[in-house]
């Protein structure tokens, strides 16, 4: 898989297959979760001999919530063949013989989801449909999602969870489950920044990347790395209210971006069938 900045990542993507960014994004300065009871709604999505690829978050008994590129297969040939994934569900460790284990009927990719067209990264979300319903315990639950009022304040502390890679350099993703602490961003000074860094590269992949308002941005403290991708951002409210999307490296001084799930949200409910 990929190695490198999420800028790298999208190269990838122009010139193999989008799903390369998957492997992106993971927990950096991060800490060892204590229990899976603490995020009971914390997935891993395994894909084929990549072993864990994403992250994800359940929504409900049937259908888990992760990022759009994760899944998205080369071109414009939709998503992966959910075939060969499968979801691990129930434990902070993934190799625990008592993790859960489901496999993947099929995967939603949202309809205005962008990849190379003209705003890359935009709606970036993704269902997994799972083949059986899980089974709800104090290791498996939903997440909270917001209400489209929810408020998200700028400075607020934000949790994200993942087991990706701890430092840029790993060459495997973590085994057991981490978090770190960032802080929510004024959306239009991360698009400000940016936009100026635009200047500091040669190539015109970075042209490509645009930060909107329908994205949460945020800095500070520890950061997302490669592959925790698709995982949940959560509030001082225990409200899943992002999904990771991207940023330029696992230790960069740019915001980091999350899809903000109050945009979202109607598709959420409707494509999973939440009552």
């Given amino acids: 898989m990929c190695r490198g900045s999420s800028i790298v990542i999208l190269f990838c993507s122009l010139v193999l297959f989008s799903n390369c960014d998957a492997k992106k994004l993971r927990i950096v300065d991060g800490v060892r979760v204590d ?3 603490d995020y009971p709604f914390q997935a891993s999505l395994h894909y084929g001999l990549f072993g864990h690829l994403c992250g994800a978050s359940i929504i409900n008994k049937r259908y888990l919530l ?4 994760c899944v998205h297969a080369y071109g414009d040939e939709g998503p992966l063949d959910p075939e060969v994934a499968e979801v691990v569900v129930g434990t902070r460790v993934l190799s625990a013989p008592a993790a859960q ?4 009927e099929e995967f939603k990719l949202h309809p205005e989801f962008k990849t190379l067209e003209y705003k890359p990264y935009y709606a970036d979300l993704a269902l997994v449909k799972l083949k059986e319903d899980l089974e709800f315990n104090e290791k498996v639950q939903p997440a909270k999602l917001p209400e489209a ?9 934000v949790t994200l969870i993942g087991w990706g890679y701890t430092t840029f350099n790993a060459n495997d993703s973590e085994n057991f489950l981490r978090y770190t602490k960032m802080q929510v961003y004024d959306n239009q000074k991360c698009r400000d920044e940016w936009r100026a860094s635009l200047n500091e590269y040669e190539s ?3 042209l490509l990347i645009m930060v909107t308002k329908e994205m949460i941005c945020m800095k500070g403290g520890g950061n997302f790395c490669d592959g ?3 995982g949940p951002v959560i509030d001082r409210d225990h409200v899943q209210i992002g999904v990771m999307s991207f940023n330029d490296d ?3 001084q740019l915001p980091s ?19």
């Fill in 35 to 37: 229990s899976i009871k």
């Fill in 250 to 252: 696992c230790g960069s």
């Fill in 204 to 206: 015109d992949i970075r």
């Fill in 101 to 104: 284990r489901y496999g993947v």
């Fill in 257 to 275: 971006i999350a899809t903000d799930l109050r945009v979202w949200r109607s598709w959420i409910i409707d494509a999973s069938k939440i009552e």
């Fill in 66 to 69: 992760t990022a759009g590129h």
């Fill in 149 to 157: 009022d929810h408020e998200v304040e700028d400075k607020s502390t």
């Fill in 228 to 230: 925790d991708s698709g």
